[in-house]
């Protein structure tokens, strides 16, 4: 059964930073195309990172954030630096059935974990 499940959020001052991860279980992530989105109350979710040969971001978030892949460790992370109080939401980490296509606007996630909350805020 194929499992996906975050951590490292929580609540954050305006300008530090929270490092996620995505722990994948009876699925190899290196071997498809993986993503963060988030979602606040009252708003759409968002995708903000991709990852699959190389990495694509959400215009919110170039220059802030990093997603990267621990083959050995089969996890995902997403590095968060600079944080915003507009970064306050649910992130959730998702994956698909295949390793391409792997760009923003992809419509086609399998998988999603629980989420793990993140909260900057004064």
């Known amino acids: 059964q194929v499992q996906l499940v975050e951590s490292g959020g929580g609540l954050v001052h305006p300008g530090g930073s929270l490092r996620l991860s995505c722990a994948a279980s009876?699925?190899?992530?290196?071997?498809?195309?993986m993503a963060w989105f988030r979602q606040a109350p009252g708003k759409e979710r968002e995708e903000v990172a991709t990852?699959?040969?190389?990495?694509s971001y959400a215009d919110s978030v170039k220059g802030r954030f990093t997603i990267s892949r621990d083959n050995a460790k089969n996890t995902v992370s997403l590095q968060m630096n600079n944080l915003k109080p507009e970064d306050t939401a649910l992130y959730y980490c998702?994956?698909?059935?295949?390793?391409?296509?792997?760009?923003?606007?992809?419509?086609?996630?399998?998988?999603w974990g629980q989420g793990t909350q993140v909260t900057v805020s004064s």
């Open positions: 998702a994956g698909k059935a295949h390793w391409w296509p792997c760009a923003l606007g992809g419509n086609d996630y399998r998988y």
């Open positions: 009876g699925y190899t992530a290196s071997d498809h195309c």
């Open positions: 990852i699959g040969a190389s990495t």
